[in-house]
């Protein structure tokens, strides 16, 4: 097979394919082979409109790495490089990747993407802000691009993940002086920076603004505001959303119901009839109600999902005996299984005596660990634990059993067993953490160090107060 023949090979690949990792990889070879001879010099290596699908494949893709980022960035410049044009939609993707998918976003995050957007603005090409020895000045004619209300959104959702004030009040500001009105992704935006940064106030006064321009919450916003007032410590608020969402599939009494319809109400968070719980709402009403120590509670909305039909958009369908097809209920996920495991690391109590079953019911106790660890690891459709679960998992066993060794040894096999463990690098915790099990002075140790992680220190940041006037 010639290059020729591999080349326009390759091409077809980029011009047909779904998957961006078999697009870039044919874009990567073609840049290791001859071009045929009918190419011109100065063309680009591939025809801008094969460039310009590579972008949107890539721009499409998910999750958001830094290696995304570097793609796309090299691609753009190419495009510049040769007469091309850079359009609106992939400047955006390259600022959304710029400060997005990236291990805990950090202002210099929301630098490099403020720095795409002065390139955007500006009209040079991509990354002459940020690495001129990279990408270095070109002779063609700057190509301004008028930004639009998502390249603003976008800085702001960077913004907002980093929790620096400072960050979120310029990226405010920028969108102020366009004259772009703050839209429904704007708010829910700000929605999550006020809510890491325990801003009642600003949740508030956001929600306000949506009902001042009649914008509508969607069930996004509303699973927003669950994990908001959770989060802040406003539990009761949370439970009343749900409760709402929970009633427009099993309805309760409307003199008991409409009295918390209407506190929300004045709470600016309006549920319309036809919402109802997904998979975000339940593992979130999970997460909140095990990480504050509610197992009742918990216990209950896990109940829920598994026996609500799953109606999402996507979400399987069977064939029933009746030849129909139907919906399927929502299964277990590993959020789920996390959030209790994670629960009982922090509220699992030791039980010196045979106490009642009903008050073991209503406690983080061995006997309802090992109940949600059996029907984990006997999942038919086994759900695979980060290296934090098998953590978790551990020290909830270490809180309730006393430091029980020889019961932890047979926990750990059961999960090596199960999930092909070991876990981590040779250095890592997991992997101290089995050697020191499987020694002889294990419960030595456990008594004396236990399997606890060092509380991380809350951030102070710099107080952000959104204009009233935005």
């Keep these: ?22 697009a870039w990889s044919a874009y990567s070879t073609i840049l290791t082979i001859h071009s ?33 980022f570097l793609r796309l960035l090299s691609i753009l410049y190419t495009l510049r490089k040769h007469g091309g044009m850079v359009h ?5 993707a390259l600022i959304a990747n710029a400060g997005t998918g990236w291990r805990g976003s950090k202002a210099k995050d929301f630098q490099l993407a403020l720095d795409v957007f002065d390139d955007m603005v500006s009209g040079e090409p991509p990354g002459s802000s940020f690495s001129l020895s990279d990408y270095p000045p070109l002779s063609t004619p700057p190509q301004p691009i008028e930004p639009d209300i998502y390249s603003y959104n976008t800085l702001i959702n960077i913004a907002s993940k980093t929790f620096y004030g400072r960050a979120i009040g310029r990226a405010t500001t920028m969108l102020r002086a366009s004259g772009n009105p703050p839209d429904r992704i704007t708010h829910l935006s700000l929605l999550v920076y006020f809510t890491h940064t325990q801003q009642l106030a600003g949740i508030r006064s956001t929600l306000l603004k949506m009902r001042q321009q009649n914008l509508e919450l969607g069930l996004d916003g509303i699973n927003a505001c669950i994990w908001a007032y959770g989060r802040n410590g406003k539990l009761e608020w949370a439970n009343h959303i749900y409760r709402v969402l929970r009633h427009n599939t099993h309805p309760e009494p409307s003199e008991i119901i409409d009295p918390i319809i209407e506190a929300l109400k004045d709470e600016c968070v309006e549920i319309s009839p036809l919402m109802t719980p997904n998979a975000i709402t339940f593992s979130t009403m999970i997460q909140l109600m095990a990480w504050n120590g509610h197992l009742t509670r918990t216990y209950t909305v896990l109940m829920d999902m598994l026996s609500t039909f799953n109606m999402e958009p996507g979400a399987p ?32 109590i030791y039980l010196r005596n045979d106490f009642t079953s009903r008050l073991q019911d209503r406690k983080w106790t061995i006997s309802n660990l090992q109940a949600i660890f059996d029907t984990y690891i006997n999942l038919p459709d086994p759900i695979q634990p980060s290296v934090s679960m098998v953590y978790w998992i551990l020290v909830a066993y270490d809180r309730t059993s006393d430091h029980n060794v020889e019961l932890m040894r047979m926990v750990w096999g059961q999960l090596e067993k199960r999930y092909k463990g070991p876990w ?25 160090h236990g399997f606890r992680t060092a509380k991380q220190e809350s951030r102070s940041p710099f107080t952000y107060k959104y204009n009233a006037n935005s």
């Excluded at 097979?1 to 078999?22: F, K, R, W």
């Excluded at 591939?46 to 995304?68: A, D, M, V, W, Y």
């Excluded at 609106?88 to 955006?92: A, D, S």
């Excluded at 369908?317 to 959020?335: C, F, K, P, Q």
Aim: aromatic share 10%; glycine share 6%.
């Design 424 to 448: 981590g690098g040779p250095t890592h915790r997991l992997r101290v953490l089995r050697e020191m099990l499987f020694s002889s002075n294990a419960e030595a140790h456990l008594r004396r």
């Design 1 to 22: 097979m010639s290059n020729e023949d591999v080349y326009y090979h390759l091409c077809h690949v980029i011009a047909n394919t779904t998957i961006a990792e078999d």
């Design 88 to 92: 609106k939609f992939e400047w955006n």
């Design 36 to 68: 045929p001879e009918d190419r011109r010099r100065g063309d680009p290596p591939i025809p801008f409109e094969h460039l310009h699908r590579l972008c949107r494949l890539l721009s499409q893709n998910q999750p958001k790495t830094r290696t995304q």
């Design 317 to 348: 369908l069977v064939r029933g005996d009746d030849g129909e097809i139907h919906y399927t209920t929502y299964t277990a996920l590993y959020s789920s299984f996390r959030s209790l495991f994670l629960g009982f690391s922090r509220h699992g």
